[in-house]
């Protein structure tokens, strides 16, 4: 099967995604990277070029080779020597830029810190002291579990900074998944805090910490930051508050001069097609991906104010918070809370009020904005912006467009970032001041990534559509599953014998050379023998007034093979009926061709998602098919699906 999707119509012409933006003269002049010769210079010589990107870090000792190439298995910049913490952190001290403001950090209720890059040197040296002193040593695995505070950042840079592996597991996380993440990785040291702040409530991380901790042996230490003042229980001789430990801690700890190939952290996939997978990834290769395209996609300048508002707890927190940022001495906002809160206009009053030049979110916040309306982006002044980023999902052009306008003022070039927890950094997207951007694409793979359509038997598709592959090895690949090296194997090596990384997406690539993604192969849906994406029929979807967000999947059709069965989100002040549902089924067969005629639409107020905020159609197929609901650990909200469930049988 290869998801090529459906020839278009002449409606093309009117569809948002054959339309192209430019960068603005001025974004262009001053962009860091100007010269398309960039990916020439790559191509020409990929390893000299990553070997010059690394030049970018202080290494203690450089490498002697560049890449070590036993497939599946890479090592970057073999026998060099740094310090990821260092890197972030001493090295800017060292430049005088210590007084430089590193992160200004809101809370939801209203607290707010800010925090030079000498204020945070100064906590990640006690704490990597602290860690030290409760026998935590090089090599060992430290669980992160806390809420979106300054403190997540110190600990990750304080594992790095004495060579221990942390895994973040984000806050949201219930009490056995926090305990099987635990278990997986074998961490020596939990690292939580009493609670924090979600929609004006406390949540209670301590006790569900404490849930978890019943049944994970390996942990011998958990330690408490105290963020909302909540009483929780401390288990004498296992439980220490941070501020407790910090008191006493001494004011320096030597950064570890670590292998490039040592561990920097394990981190599980969101689990949006199944159950997640503990992602390797490893010092020298990673860092010096996530500090170059940090500086190439974002064009971080120093008197920047960039805002990624992920949780540290996915790999955007990892790769574009903490590591590729503060590498490159960026100047950042960490907000803890939510979006709609106190008001929906939240995000809007922290770009005016820190003045954000750059914002990187998801597709999903961005359609729920659409769904709330222009009055709360309009409230606020977002002149400051000049560059707007989106990953997780494949955008609509239509949340695209709306983004482009409403919230860049046709100003802002727009960076559609495609990666992968397992690829470590962004692969495919445009350098915003040179790509002509096509909203919908990713654009095409960056410098030095080098990424191809195949089809089944593994041939190239030069355009058509196919599975993405990417076709050599990456600094910040991926080095395995942790602790199941057959799984590494089998889901990313089996498609093509070994040949080719599978990443598990169905891309089509058009005339231009631009990607487009369709959708997780596992969800292109066969109808009367033509695949179909699901990105196109959601799109489509979407691109009705009243529409905000849609999820398709294919359902078991006696006649066609697959039925195509949408799930549809109105927007605020749209009522389901009868003749919305005829509407919306013409209007999918206008756009796309009747083949991709939704057989039955259901309106809901929301569809199942992973905690990242990807949609899970996997457990929407479930429902339509009447099965067992399949691995439910990341759902965000059991709700919706028990309510899904009832609305499908009484249709
Ligand atoms: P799991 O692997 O456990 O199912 P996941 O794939 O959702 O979870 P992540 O590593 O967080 O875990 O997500 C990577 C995936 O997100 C990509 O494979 C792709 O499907 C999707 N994705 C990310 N960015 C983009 C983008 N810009 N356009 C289209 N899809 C994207
Ligand atoms: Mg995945």
């Given at each position: 099967m290869n998801p090529v999707s459906q020839p278009k119509t002449q409606m093309d012409d009117l569809l948002y995604e054959s339309r192209t933006?430019?960068?603005?003269?001025?974004?262009?002049?001053?962009?860091?990277?100007?010269?398309?010769?960039?990916?020439?210079?790559?191509?020409?010589?990929?390893?000299?070029?990553?070997?010059?990107?690394?030049?970018?870090?202080?290494?203690?000792?450089?490498?002697?080779?560049?890449?070590?190439?036993?497939?599946?298995?890479?090592?970057?910049?073999?026998?060099?020597?740094?310090?990821?913490?260092?890197?972030?952190?001493?090295?800017?001290?060292?430049?005088?830029?210590?007084?430089?403001?590193?992160?200004?950090w809101e809370g939801e209720n209203g607290d707010s810190k800010t925090l030079t890059y000498q204020d945070i040197y100064e906590q990640v040296n006690k704490m990597s002291a602290a860690f030290k002193s409760l026998g935590v040593?090089?090599?060992?695995r430290v669980a992160i579990y806390l809420p979106m505070i300054p403190e997540a950042v110190f600990a990750m840079l304080a594992c790095s900074r004495i060579g221990a592996v942390h895994t973040?597991?984000?806050?949201?996380?219930?009490?056995?998944?926090?305990?099987?993440?635990?278990?997986?990785?074998?961490?020596?040291?939990?690292?939580?805090?009493?609670?924090?702040?979600?929609?004006?409530?406390?949540?209670?991380?301590?006790?569900?910490?404490?849930?978890?901790?019943?049944?994970?042996?390996?942990?011998?230490?958990?330690?408490?930051?105290?963020?909302?003042?909540?009483?929780?229980?401390?288990?004498?001789?296992?439980?220490?508050?941070?501020?407790?430990?910090?008191?006493?801690?001494?004011?320096?700890?030597?950064?570890?001069?670590?292998?490039?190939?040592?561990?920097?952290?394990?981190?599980?996939t969101s689990g949006t097609t199944g159950k997640p997978k503990g992602i390797v990834h490893t010092t020298g290769g990673y860092l010096t991906a996530v500090n170059t395209t940090t500086y190439w996609v974002f064009d971080l300048k120093p008197n920047d104010i960039f805002w990624c508002t992920a949780d540290v707890g996915w790999v955007t927190g990892h790769s574009y918070i903490v590591y590729g940022p503060m590498s490159n001495g960026a100047t950042q906002v960490m907000y803890e809370g939510a979006p709609d809160f106190p008001e929906r206009n939240r995000f809007w009053k922290i770009i005016e009020k820190y003045k954000v030049t750059i914002l990187y979110t998801a597709p999903t916040a961005i359609r729920a904005f659409m769904k709330w309306g222009t009055q709360w982006p309009q409230s606020c002044n977002l002149s400051s912006l000049r560059l707007l980023g989106t990953v997780g999902e494949p955008i609509n052009p239509q949340a695209w467009v709306w983004y482009y306008e409403n919230i860049g003022h046709s100003r802002c070039p727009i960076v559609d970032t495609w990666w992968q927890t397992e690829t470590g950094s962004i692969m495919i997207t445009s350098l915003p001041g040179i790509t002509t951007m096509k909203p919908g694409s990713a654009t095409k793979p960056l410098p030095g990534i080098e990424a191809e359509i195949l089809n089944e038997e593994g041939e190239i598709i030069k355009e058509g559509g196919g599975f993405l592959s990417i076709t050599s090895p990456w600094p910040s690949m991926l080095r395995g599953i942790w602790d199941d090296p057959q799984r590494y194997s089998q889901t990313y090596w089996n498609k093509w014998q070994g040949q080719n990384y599978f990443a598990g997406d169905g891309t089509k690539r058009d005339k231009d050379g631009y990607f487009w993604f369709l959708g997780r192969v596992d969800d292109i849906m066969l109808v009367a023998g033509h695949n179909i994406s699901t990105a196109e029929v959601e799109s489509a979807l979407v691109d009705h007034p009243m529409v905000a967000e849609s999820a398709v999947v294919g359902v078991t059709d006696e006649i066609k093979g697959q039925a195509i069965v949408a799930f549809v989100i109105l927007k605020d002040g749209n009522k389901p009926s009868p003749q919305a549902e005829e509407a919306l089924k013409n209007h999918v067969a206008q756009k796309i061709g009747s083949l991709a005629k939704p057989k039955q639409i259901i309106f809901t107020a929301d569809v199942p998602k992973t905690r990242s905020g990807k949609i899970m159609r996997r457990l929407?197929?479930?429902?339509a098919e009447g099965r067992a609901l399949g691995d439910v650990t990341t759902l965000a909200d059991a709700g919706v699906i028990a309510s899904l469930k009832q609305k499908y049988d009484e249709v």
């Open positions: 933006f430019e960068p603005s003269e001025i974004f262009k002049t001053h962009a860091n990277i100007k010269d398309p010769a960039i990916y020439e210079q790559a191509n020409k010589d990929r390893l000299k070029f990553w070997d010059h990107c690394a030049r970018r870090l202080e290494w203690y000792k450089p490498w002697d080779r560049v890449l070590q190439w036993d497939k599946p298995f890479a090592k970057w910049f073999v026998g060099g020597k740094l310090n990821a913490s260092y890197n972030c952190l001493d090295r800017h001290i060292k430049a005088r830029l210590g007084k430089r403001v590193a992160l200004f040593k090089k090599g060992d973040v597991v984000f806050g949201g996380f219930s009490a056995e998944a926090l305990r099987d993440r635990i278990n997986d990785a074998q961490a020596k040291l939990l690292i939580t805090a009493d609670g924090g702040y979600r929609r004006g409530s406390m949540v209670a991380l301590k006790i569900t910490a404490d849930t978890a901790l019943e049944e994970t042996p390996t942990i011998k230490n958990v330690m408490v930051v105290q963020r909302t003042g909540q009483g929780v229980a401390m288990k004498s001789g296992r439980d220490h508050w941070w501020h407790d430990l910090i008191k006493t801690a001494p004011a320096y700890c030597p950064p570890e001069p670590m292998d490039a190939e040592d561990l920097l952290f394990i981190l599980y929407l197929r479930d429902i």
